[in-house]
Nanobody
Framework: QAQLVESGGGLVQPGGSLRLSCATS????????MNWYRQAPGKQRELVAN???????NYADPVKGRFTISRDNAKNTVYLQMNSVKPEDTAVYYC?????????WGQGTQVTVSS
């Protein structure tokens, strides 16, 4: 059973930076693509960034050039570096992995961008 635990959220001022981490267990981490999603109040959950097992990355348009996803296979951890954050980045951020037909989520970490 996969377990994903996010950390690193908090309150940050507009223009600031934050790094989210997602520690995983129960999976052969290096074999799987990993995803970061977010869900703002009253909105649907949306994909923010993805990193393949080989390290290729993809980003949603609103975060391109500001966010960076990375992975450390030795630590079974995926990261989301958030730079130049904006108030519209405020959301709960979730780590996600697809294992065949199963979809696993972390508990989420709140990111609030406000002055």
């Amino acid at each position: 059973q996969a377990q994903l635990v996010e950390s690193g959220g908090g309150l940050v001022q507009p223009g600031g930076s934050l790094r989210l981490s997602c520690a995983t267990s129960g999976i052969i981490f290096r074999l799987y693509a990993m995803n970061w999603y977010r869900q703002a109040p009253g909105k649907q959950r949306e994909l923010v960034a993805n990193i393949t097992s080989g390290g290729s990355t993809n980003y949603a348009d609103p975060v391109k050039g500001r966010f960076t996803i990375s992975r450390d296979n030795a630590k079974n951890t995926v990261y989301l570096q958030m730079n130049s954050v904006k108030p519209e980045d405020t959301a709960v951020y979730y780590c996600n992995v697809h294992l065949g037909i199963k979809n696993y989520w972390g508990q989420g970490t709140q990111v609030t961008v406000s002055s």
